[in-house]
């Protein structure tokens, strides 16, 4: 008698459970997932969709320091020891989340090793984007930094095939996360379209699509205008 193999284990079935300690919920676009200052004891995952993290000061400015897709987790920091969220998170377009409480995510962490391997790529992923985003800020030109953000958003470098389109991203929003004025990123995003490297129309209504031509820019280091 045959023995049926096991289906290899997934983490993301896993995730997409409802039980103990985790739920599932739908998100219109604009709806808050959590503020900066509530009290951090949950895990968020990013099924469908995308999310902006932020953060505010004392001053009482606001910098928008992620643009989390699908498969992302968000949150994590109450694993760490945090006891009150450092940023507010906001969906930026109808998504599908699970919520899993610290006890939760815990208990997958020490009884599922494949969930736990997950993870752990996940953490190592943000750590090694953290390092690379605080790199750009200190070295790289504002319009060096726009390029970068957009492959970013299209997925180059990501397994799978590119997003030729990304999604409809106001002007003040890609000047808030490379960290410079709305008027330096139409600049550059009117330079960009007139090299080939994305096309637009208009205010980005229609969404922005980047070429593979911008990546070989930004590989070869072509000039740069001064900031």
């Known amino acids: 008698m045959a023995i049926k193999s096991k289906a290899p284990f997934n983490p993301k079935s896993l995730l997409a459970k409802v039980g103990e300690g985790r739920s599932i919920g739908t998100y219109p676009k604009d709806k808050l997932i959590f503020s900066q200052g509530e009290r951090a004891d949950a895990v968020f995952y990013v099924q469908q969709g995308k ?14 320091v992620a643009i989390l897709e699908a498969d992302n987790f ?7 020891g945090q006891s009150q969220r ?19 995510i815990v208990r997958l962490i020490r009884e599922e090793p494949a969930f736990s391997e997950m ?14 985003d605080l790199v750009d800020q200190l070295f790289n030109s504002s319009e060096k930094r726009l390029a970068r953000l957009l492959l970013l958003l299209a997925n180059f470098g990501k397994e799978g095939k ?3 389109i990304i999604a409809k991203m106001s002007q003040e929003t890609l000047a808030d996360m490379i960290g410079t004025t709305r008027s330096r990123v ?4 009117n330079k960009f379209r007139k090299l080939g490297f994305i096309d637009y129309n208009g205010d980005y209504e ?6 593979s031509s911008l990546l070989n820019a930004v590989l070869h280091e072509q000039p740069e205008v001064e900031t």
């Open 74 to 80: 968000v949150g994590e920091g109450c694993l760490a």
């Open 162 to 164: 590119p997003e030729p």
């Open 51 to 64: 999310v902006k993290v932020t953060v505010v000061s004392e001053q009482g400015k606001e910098a928008i």
């Open 206 to 211: 229609g969404g922005i699509a980047v070429h």
């Open 119 to 132: 993870f752990i790529a996940h953490l190592l992923g943000r750590t090694i984007r953290v390092e690379a």
């Open 186 to 189: 139409s600049y550059f995003m």
């Open 86 to 104: 450092i940023s507010t998170v906001v969906t930026m377009t109808d998504c599908v989340i699970a919520r899993l409480e610290k006890a939760a």
